[in-house]
């Protein structure tokens, strides 16, 4: 078996409600990916999707299309799609960066293994430890009585999770939203407080003080992603947990930070890693030094969702909360069938071969911006 053809689709679809991140990140309207299609010359077709978001990534939708085309596509035209390893060795030899692209790739080719075998993508990371997995709720910016109101929308629809972004308002503002939260909802949920490198070190330090005796389970980057030592001081001084995300790209980074105590909880997104091979040695890395790990999200569209459960099912170290299976819930429309795998705030495991996820090519021409066919 040898691919044949790579299709890519730039696509984009809004957001239900328009999602306030950080001053960093500011409001974001809808979400863009790629769609990439990897065809074989036995038919079988795997699929994979990138989910650049610049800044938070280097990459755009654009960088992705023009990198596959230029520098991935001539290496892998002509390979065995099952030779996962040797295409990864090959690439991290010729590729620099690029890990969104790297992971829409990545994806695909374990979709065409698990196919070829007829078994979904858990058994070939070793086998399932979660059957399902409950979901993570997440919240923009907003008032502590903004915060309340969606807080109790999704504590009707079962969520027991929930994910408070900051990092846009006043620090002020914020304790005052993280204590309003704690006092009202603090028996019956696990709070997150997600940063995204909102803060400056002595906000964050502002931060813990003001919340004391109201802490979240865990508070997620709270100072830029370069910041190891602030990191490493800021985890000394939280009284909860500390996860790395912007911080963690590389399996290289998982090792620095590992290694520094910079982080209890590694935040493990499989776009934003580079796909199921580079995130599963990430998760490996937290693994080995008693750390826990976070299924998180980059505002994915449904392969991306599908291949995160498909490792993350896998996991031992998983953080005991919700995790980020819930993204195509925030889209006004999604291109796959992702979401008939979620009922009750929980998300089941799939068990059909590959990534278990099925595309829409009726939707996917519909959102479609701009498309690409390589062929051999």
């Known amino acids: 078996m040898r691919i044949n053809k790579l299709e890519l689709f730039h696509i984009s679809i809004p957001f239900k409600v328009p999602y306030r991140l950080s001053w960093v990140y500011g409001t974001l309207e809808k979400a863009e990916a790629v769609i990439l299609k990897v065809h074989t010359d036995g038919g079988l077709i795997g699929l994979g999707e990138a989910d650049p978001m610049n800044p938070f990534t280097e990459e755009t939708a654009g960088t992705v299309m023009v990198v596959i085309r230029d520098v991935i596509a001539p290496q892998l035209l002509g390979c065995d799609p099952t030779g996962v390893n040797r295409i990864e060795a090959l690439l991290d030899q010729s590729v620099r960066g690029n890990p969104t692209a790297r992971g829409a790739v990545n994806m695909a080719l374990h979709d065409i293994l698990g196919k070829a075998h007829e078994v979904p993508v858990y058994t070939l990371l070793g086998g399932k430890l979660h059957d399902r997995l409950p979901l993570l709720g997440a919240i923009g910016s907003g008032t502590a009585e903004e915060d309340a109101s969606a807080i109790e929308a999704l504590i009707r629809e079962g969520y027991r999770t929930v994910m408070i972004k900051m990092g846009s308002l006043g620090i002020g503002e914020e304790i005052r939203r993280m204590v309003s939260a704690s006092e009202r909802y603090g028996n019956q949920l696990v709070l997150i407080v997600d940063a995204n490198q ?22 997620e980057q709270p100072v830029r992603y370069s910041d190891h030592v602030g990191l490493s001081a800021f985890r000394d001084r939280c009284p909860c947990l500390l996860s790395v995300d912007e911080s963690l790209v590389t399996v290289e980074d998982a090792a620095i930070l590992a290694h520094s105590s910079a982080a209890d909880v590694f935040s493990v997104k499989v776009s934003k890693n580079g796909g199921l091979s580079k995130a599963s040695a990430i998760a490996r890395v937290a693994d080995g030094f008693g750390l826990r790990c976070l299924m998180n999200s980059m505002l994915e569209f449904g392969i991306t969702q599908a291949a995160s459960l498909q490792l993350g099912c896998t996991l031992n170290n998983l953080l005991d909360c919700g ?3 819930m993204s195509v819930l925030r889209m006004a429309d999604d291109v796959t069938d992702f979401k008939d795998n979620i009922a009750d705030a929980m998300v089941q495991v799939p068990a059909g071969a590959g990534l278990g996820v099925a595309i829409d090519d009726d939707k996917l021409k519909k959102y479609t911006v701009e498309t690409l066919k390589i062929e051999a």
């Open 198 to 219: 909102g803060w400056h070190y002595k906000e964050a330090l502002a931060f813990l003080e003001g919340i004391r005796g109201h802490a979240p389970l865990v508070i």
């Open 323 to 325: 995790h980020a299976y």
